[in-house]
């Protein structure tokens, strides 16, 4: 009996060691996997604790510090579910700093990522050919524009000097690959945009964003949308704005539906911000639209569609564009035409690999 206890002791103590040693590999790995993924060759890491906790391993006070002197810091990195195919990963406290900079150009109070490929999944797989990112969640979501990230947004907006801010309240993200992405939502949109070069600023809101089902990415001129809108946009000068209460699209460039009102703009003010050699070509504009007041108020609607009736082909399409005191038009078209059947209809994609 004494020897049947004692056989039973051992192998329960031997199953609880494999256990603990299990478990142990897991939080190791998550440590080795940070370093080659997150890390990379020439970056120092540290990190404040491991820790194991019920079906998730966890990485505390992660710091990154990279050859050149930028800092990407974790305050909380935690896998869900199996190690080697997890449920979610979860990003508390995200930031990245560079040299010389008192704030991070960029931090998400916290990330969810959905069913990813790997514990800790490298950059380039979000940017193979087919990949897939099945869900993700973010809140708390702030660019600055300074240091290197400011130089890219300024030559691309053709400026010397760019300064400023942008914040997002939540951001959801379902089904994005380089071909199509199944859903982005975005609410809470603020921020302030200066051009240190020309002396213009403007503070930015958007209360939301939503796009389902954008297809075609891959084909340049055939994309096509489920349904896209946006509500509460505002640009804002110190002495012009330019509102927007809300727009939707849905369809591609040959049938579907757009629209937009409560649209004000101030016309007389934007003409100050343009170049002096397109100034006379505006102000002949505003005169017209406004009859010199340079305030416009807009709102407009089209459908189309194309149908096919005893084996012809027609596009027929219809809407309206109001200019307060500017009058009015209400447009009507009924052409025979014939459309590739791609530019139009919705086409299958080959299931892509899940990141």
Not at 46 to 63: F, H
Not at 228 to 257: C, P, Q
Not at 305 to 322: A, D, I, V
């Amino acid at each position: 009996m004494r020897t049947r206890c004692l056989v039973k002791l051992s192998v329960t103590g031997l199953s609880l060691w494999f256990v603990s040693a299990a478990a142990n590999a897991s939080v190791q790995q998550l440590e080795a996997d940070l370093q080659a993924r997150l890390a990379g060759d020439g970056a120092s890491m540290a990190i404040g604790q491991l820790v194991e906790e019920a079906n998730s391993y966890v990485a505390e006070d992660v710091a990154i510090t990279y050859a050149n002197g930028d800092l990407l810091s974790i305050a909380r990195y935690r896998v869900e579910g199996n190690y080697a195919a997890p449920n979610s990963i979860t990003l508390d406290g995200l930031s990245i700093s560079e040299v010389g900079m008192n704030t991070p150009v960029f931090s998400v109070g916290e990330l969810v990522l959905m069913e990813p490929e790997a514990a800790v999944p490298a950059v380039e797989t979000f940017k193979a050919e087919g990949s897939v990112l099945k869900a993700l969640n973010a809140r708390d979501i702030t660019f600055r524009l300074e240091g290197s990230m400011a130089e890219e947004l300024a030559a691309e907006l053709d400026s010397k000097a760019l300064a400023g801010y942008l914040s997002i309240d939540s951001l959801d993200l379902e089904a994005v690959s380089s071909a199509a992405v199944g859903l982005m939502a975005m609410q809470g949109i603020s921020g302030e945009l200066n051009d240190l070069e020309t002396g213009i600023s403007a503070t930015l809101a958007l209360a939301d964003m939503r796009l389902e089902a954008l297809e075609g990415l891959d084909h340049p001129g055939e994309e096509r949308l489920e349904h896209g809108e946006l509500n509460g946009f505002s640009l804002i000068g110190e002495e012009w704005s330019v509102l927007l209460e809300n727009a939707w699209v849905k369809g591609n460039s040959y049938i579907g539906e757009a629209g937009f009102s409560g649209a004000e703009f101030d016309l007389g003010e934007l003409i100050h911000l343009v170049p002096p050699a397109e100034r006379e070509e505006l102000q002949a504009i505003n005169r017209v639209l406004t009859g010199g007041t340079g305030r416009l108020s807009a709102e407009g609607q089209s459908q189309s569609q194309w149908r096919e009736e005893g084996g012809r082909h027609r596009l027929t399409s219809e809407g309206f564009l109001n200019l307060s005191g500017a009058g009015s038009l209400e447009f009507s078209m009924d052409l025979p035409v014939s459309l590739p059947k791609r530019r139009y209809a919705r086409t299958g994609h080959a299931k892509p690999r899940t990141v």
